[in-house]
């Protein structure tokens, strides 16, 4: 499945518009790492476990978002817009938030 950020693709015309796809995941982040990406902070540097999860939570995103526009016999995804969001939740902990959406289509 093609996905893009942009609303054509070169060279391919677009058949059928099957509509707005999404996808979405919410993963929890490890007290420890939260503890050490907090002095991390602190001190400077980059907070490795937060990017592995952010790339982690993107995949999942975007797995779920194409999975659904296969399920309409999509060929395409277009216009895909990654957001990112943190959420706090009681003790302390956060979540780290991904969606994803975009136009389902099928190009030819």
Known sequence: ML?????AIDGQRVSRYLGIVTGEAILGANIFRDFFAGIRDIVGGRSAAYEQELRKAKGIALE???????DLG????????????TIQ????????????????VVLG
């Open 3 to 7: 996905s893009v950020t942009t609303p």
């Open 64 to 70: 779920e978002m194409e999975r659904q526009a296969a």
């Open 74 to 85: 999509a060929t395409a995804v277009l216009s895909v817009d990654l957001d990112y969001e």
């Open 89 to 104: 939740v009681g003790g302390g902990g956060g979540m780290l938030m991904v969606s994803a959406s975009g136009t389902a």
